[in-house]
């Protein structure tokens, strides 16, 4: 089935530092999502990308769709504390059935004071 | 504003029983999905439901049944529970803008 292969799998940064991630998959994918799930809750929506090559932010964030369609990347800028959590991409599925959702395995965010 | 909204929160089986997740939406949303979430693994699609009246399967459904109610109430069910089943279960609902999610239902099979 399809796969998305999302790195890395954890980071240690300092409070302040910016930080990146990617989730690249070998499906085309007509959207991408950014969640962040922190411990005991379920999933929260970030940011949603519909258009290959679309760039966009809320707030310290900011997500790219990538041109191919098989990848996009999350960065958070000046990181702090409360950004600790688990990051997850969500890809939906390009043709066939409107309806499928699929989930990389998440990058787990550490924020040092 | 509840959004998703899943019952219960926490659930202990002995395995062999039977039992039902519940999930309900009050967004007006077409799409309604069913994970389940294990350490390291993100979260594996159970089970989805594009529409009402339609369901598809995802990438781990053996040992699952689902139950598209109407276009609010989309149900999990789990015949015969196994240990392999302990994990937490989301539900959530979508339209174009993404997917948003319940509290999830921790459920422990012994």
């Known amino acids: 089935g399809q796969q998305l292969n999302q790195s890395p799998q954890s980071m240690f940064i300092q409070e302040g530092e910016d930080v990146s991630m990617n989730c690249t998959s070998s499906s085309i994918f007509n959207t991408w999502l950014w969640y962040k799930q922190e411990p005991g809750e379920g999933p929260v929506l970030l940011i949603a990308l519909y258009k290959a090559g679309e760039l966009t932010s809320n707030g310290r964030l900011t997500a790219q769709f990538g041109i191919t369609r098989k990848d996009s990347f999350l960065n958070i800028s000046a990181s702090i504390p409360s950004d600790v959590g688990i990051y997850f991409c969500a890809g939906k599925n390009y043709g066939g059935s409107q309806g499928n959702l699929i989930f990389g395995k998440g990058t787990k965010l550490s924020v040092k004071p | 504003n509840a959004g998703v909204t899943q019952t219960p929160k926490f659930q202990v089986l002995k395995t062999g029983q039977s039992m039902t997740l519940q999930c309900a939406q009050d967004?007006?949303?077409?799409?309604m999905y069913w994970y389940r979430q294990d350490p390291g693994m993100g979260l594996r699609l159970i089970y989805y439901?594009?529409?009402?009246?339609?369901?598809d399967k995802g990438e781990v459904p053996n040992g699952y049944n689902v139950s598209r109610l109407n276009k609010r109430e989309f149900s999990l069910r789990l015949e015969s529970a196994a240990p392999s089943q302990t994990s937490v279960y989301f539900c959530?609902?979508?339209?174009?803008?993404?997917?948003?999610f319940g509290q999830g239902t921790r459920l422990t099979v012994v």
């Open positions: 959530a609902s979508s339209v174009s803008l993404g997917a948003f």
């Open positions: 967004m007006n949303h077409n799409s």
């Open positions: 439901s594009a529409s009402e009246g339609t369901t």
